[in-house]
């Protein structure tokens, strides 16, 4: 067993000074250190770095085997894990091992941690800052790809700490002894059945000689695959059930919406873009890992998921307090107004249909503003608007054609416009028509507003007709009965 240094035992006399702390939770940290001697001088390397100050339960809600403080240069662990249980368990002293060794490499990591966060709050107001399209996601694939090299290489350490405490207590273990000592094992190692059972180390990950692992870049991103892609057996965030992308995605989402708040766009219509797909993140996990606007940003944020052609208008929502994922048809909470634009219109028709249509409107008006010498502008925003309202307030589930009224005895050219599914000279196309001056004039969040209004008398009207249909059908069959 390895004698502790005197700054260790420093670390170790403050954390026995905590009220929280137990006598038998000192007692079980200093055994686990000192079982391993890899593990010891990792703990002497980071004090004397500055980067360990601290030991310190972890709150009972958090979802963690341990975390690191970067603020207090501390290192949290759970009460549960290191208090001895009662028998006939015993304290699982392998994943301490693994976890401190984990811990104490994010300590390393934390400055190039900060590094990339500070170039993710400049991508995010260069990408806020443009006239058009503020597409954040390479912004937030750049900092969750530094996230995951954070995640990796701590893992590495955590298994160089595990391998050391198993050497330290049979010098010729074997890999098959390491993936009997912990359940993490599985994630460097992997067991082909017998007979004879054996174990090696996967494909993309190389071992030394004496079963520990460098950090290369190879085993760097080796371990990112075998341990943050892992998915949501990684049990993280508030409700055990995120994987690491998620973990950090939501994160990465709430300072991007932040933003995005603070730089509306001028016209009233959301630009937030985001592929989804791409980031490998899930509206519904970021939500319940809490998503966090602040107090000066509204609580529901619209943006496009460019992972689906067209595009599809979607909603994050506030919810750092509830962590709960707020469906796509819901309404944020109470009466407080949202913006940017549309941000409180439900969508209770099927997904990114109303994106669709206004997309189709929008550029058969940018085409009749061109046709006429003009150039499409916010004045071309509020028509698009206005217009997509106008088609489903009648039905229009696709414009063909935008076309303005012709001069006429009792009228000026251009006095009326007019939407159109179907050929103009078909006199059964779908088509309806609105004042040309009303609909450019109106603000867009009024037309967004009214469009919402349209949806969902729409759906109610659909749900009232599919209860017409039923109580018919039900009728029509006890009326058979009684025959």
Same mark, same amino acid.
Request: charged share 25%; no cysteine; proline share 6%.
């Given at each position: 067993m390895t004698t502790l240094s005197a700054e260790t035992e420093r670390l170790l006399g403050e954390f026995a000074g905590k009220t929280d702390v137990t006598t038998d939770q000192v007692d079980n940290l200093r055994r686990i250190i000192a079982e391993s001697p890899v593990l010891a001088k990792q703990v002497d390397a980071a004090i004397a770095a500055g980067h360990l100050k601290h030991f310190e339960l972890q709150p009972a809600e958090t979802n963690a085997g341990g975390t690191y403080l970067g603020d207090t240069k501390s290192i949290a662990l759970p009460a549960s894990a290191l208090s001895t249980p009662a028998a006939p368990d015993t304290l699982d002293a392998a994943d301490l091992t693994f976890v401190l060794g984990h811990e104490i490499q994010h300590g390393f990591n934390h400055a190039g941690t $900060?590094?990339? %966060?500070?170039?993710?709050? &400049?991508? #995010? &107001? $260069?990408? &806020? *800052?443009?006239? =058009?399209? !503020?597409?954040? =996601?390479?912004?937030? *694939? /750049? #900092? %969750?790809? &530094?996230?995951r090299r954070d995640e990796a290489s701590a893992n590495i350490e955590g298994w160089n700490a595990l391998a050391s405490r198993v050497r330290a207590a049979r010098p010729d273990a074997t890999l098959g002894d390491l993936y009997d000592a912990s359940t993490r094992s599985k994630q460097f190692v992997g067991l082909q059945p017998g007979p004879p059972v054996t174990y090696a180390a996967h494909p993309d990950l190389t071992l030394n000689d004496d079963l520990s692992m460098t950090a290369t870049a190879a085993n760097i991103e080796g371990m990112g695959k075998h341990y943050y892609d892992e998915g949501v057996s990684s049990r993280l965030g508030h409700n055990s059930n995120s994987d690491y992308q998620n973990y950090y995605g939501s994160y990465a989402i709430s300072l991007a919406c932040q933003y995005e708040a603070v730089n509306p766009a001028p016209d009233g219509i959301s630009r937030m873009e985001v592929n989804m797909r791409k980031l490998g993140l899930q509206e519904s996990l970021l939500e319940q890992n809490g998503l966090d606007f602040g107090e000066a940003s509204p609580p529901r944020q619209p943006y496009f998921d460019t992972s689906t052609s067209p595009s599809t208008l979607r909603y994050f929502d506030h919810t750092a307090a509830t962590h709960v994922h707020v469906p796509i048809t819901a309404q944020p909470p109470g009466n407080t107004p949202v913006q940017p634009a549309g941000a409180d219109m439900p969508n209770v028709l099927p997904e990114g249909r109303d994106r669709s249509l206004h997309e189709q409107i929008r550029g058969k008006v940018a085409e009749l503003d061109a046709a006429n010498g003009r150039s499409f502008d916010a004045s071309s925003e509020r028509l698009s608007a206005s217009l997509l309202v106008l088609a489903r307030e009648n039905g229009l589930d696709r414009v063909d054609h935008v076309v303005l009224s012709q001069q006429t005895g009792g009228a000026a050219a251009a006095q009326n416009i007019f939407v159109v599914k *179907?050929? #103009?000279?078909?006199?059964?196309? #779908?088509?309806? !028509?609105?004042? /040309?001056a009303e609909a450019a004039q109106r603000p867009v969040q009024e037309s967004l507003d009214n469009l919402a209004v349209v949806n969902q008398r729409q759906a109610e009207q659909a749900s009232q007709e599919q209860t017409r249909q039923r109580e018919q059908v039900q009728e029509q069959q006890r009326s058979a009965l009684s025959h």
């Open positions: $900060e590094r990339a %966060l500070e170039q993710f709050d &400049a991508d #995010l &107001a $260069e990408v &806020a *800052g443009r006239p =058009t399209g !503020h597409d954040y =996601t390479e912004a937030i *694939g /750049t #900092l %969750l790809a &530094a996230n *179907g050929a #103009l000279d078909d006199p059964s196309s #779908l088509r309806a !028509h609105s004042p /040309t």
